[in-house]
C-alpha cells in the first residue's frame, strides 16, 4: 500500500465515522431513523437492557457501539 491509498483509506473511515457521529445525533434526539440495510428503526440501548450502549436495528445490522463516542 503506497501513500496515496493510505491517505484515501484514512478519508473514508473519517467520512463513515462523521456518518455515524450524525446518526447517532439523530437517534439520541428521538428521531425515527431507518436502518439503511433493513429498514427497520434503529433504537438506542441503555445499560439497563443490555450490557452494551449502542444503537441496534430489529435484525441487527446496524450495530454502532457507543463507548467510543461517549
Ligand atoms: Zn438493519
Redesign the pocket.
Given at each position: 500500500m503506497d501513500v496515496q491509498q493510505f491517505d484515501r483509506l484514512k478519508n473514508v473511515s473519517a467520512k463513515s465515522f462523521n456518518d455515524q457521529k450524525a446518526l447517532i445525533k439523530k437517534v439520541l434526539a428521538g428521531r425515527d431513523i431507518a436502518?439503511?440495510?433493513?429498514?427497520?428503526f434503529?433504537r438506542v440501548t441503555l445499560p439497563e437492557d443490555k450490557k452494551i450502549t449502542g444503537l441496534f436495528?430489529?435484525?441487527?445490522?446496524?450495530n454502532i457501539a457507543l463507548d467510543f463516542v461517549l
Open positions: 436502518c439503511k440495510q433493513c429498514g427497520t434503529i436495528c430489529a435484525k441487527g445490522c446496524t
